[in-house]
Nanobody, 115 residues
């Protein structure tokens, strides 16, 4: 098992930036992949970005060129740097860890982008 703790959400104006953090309770080397997902009110939870064990990243088309996911293995932490934020980025952002065949989720952190 792994516990995930997110932080860094908040209220920001359109065009601004935020950095989300997710710290895992175990080494990232034991986790197949880490990801960020988001869920807007009344909508399904969608994948935003994923980083694999070898550091390869993949992004949703809606955030390419604006968001960057990275990892700090020494801190067991992944980050999501979000730039040029838009009102449509408003959502609760969840950290995800794929461990074997099991998915683990953080409690979520809210991001609100005002126009």
């Amino acid at each position: 098992q792994v516990q995930l703790a997110e932080s860094g959400g908040g209220l920001v104006q359109a065009g601004g930036s935020l950095r989300l953090s997710c710290t895992a309770s175990k080494s990232l080397f034991g986790i197949n992949a880490m990801g960020w997902y988001r869920q807007a009110p009344g909508k399904q939870r969608d994948r935003v970005a994923v980083i694999s064990n070898n550091g390869a990243t993949n992004y949703a088309d809606s955030v390419k060129g604006r968001f960057t996911m990275s990892r700090d293995n020494a801190r067991n932490t992944v980050y999501l740097q979000m730039n040029s934020l838009k009102p449509e980025d408003t959502a609760v952002y969840y950290c995800n860890a794929l461990l074997g065949v099991n998915n683990y989720w953080g409690q979520g952190t809210r991001v609100t982008v005002s126009s």
